[in-house]
């Protein structure tokens, strides 16, 4: 059973840096493609950033590139998102997500395993 775990989130204030980790278990993780997403109260689920864990092959969406850097230590099966010069709107719960077998991609449909969320809120 694949379980991810979400850890890193909390209040931060504008400009300011934050690291959200997602630890892994379950699954052999050097096959699967992970991925953030992000939901904002009264959005959609959008896309943020996705990483091979073999390859280490990156992805990222147009709002958090140059900001956001996704990473990951198959050591610890514990994927990273390192987030910088945070602005409101990335105000949202974070969700770390799985692809066995996948590719880095933006879809979350394409993504079978969810962690649970971590909230950050950015205040300006």
């Known amino acids: 059973q694949v379980r991810l775990v979400e850890s890193g989130g909390g209040p931060v204030q504008a400009g300011g840096s934050l690291r959200l980790s997602c630890a892994a278990s379950?699954?052999?993780?050097?096959?699967?493609?992970m991925g953030w997403f992000r939901q904002a109260p009264g959005k959609e689920r959008e896309f943020v950033a996705s990483?091979?864990?073999?390859?280490?092959?990156?992805l990222y969406a147009d709002s958090v590139k140059g900001r956001f850097t996704i990473s990951s230590d198959n050591a610890k099966n514990t994927v990273y998102l390192q987030m910088n010069s945070l602005k409101p709107e990335d105000t949202a719960v974070y969700y770390c997500?799985?692809?066995?077998?996948?590719?880095?991609?933006?879809?979350?449909?394409?993504?079978?395993?969810w962690g649970q969320g971590t909230q950050v809120t950015v205040s300006s």
């Open positions: 997500a799985a692809a066995p077998w996948g590719t880095t991609s933006v879809n979350s449909h394409e993504y079978d395993y």
């Open positions: 379950g699954g052999t993780f050097s096959r699967y493609a």
């Open positions: 990483i091979h864990w073999r390859g280490r092959s990156t």
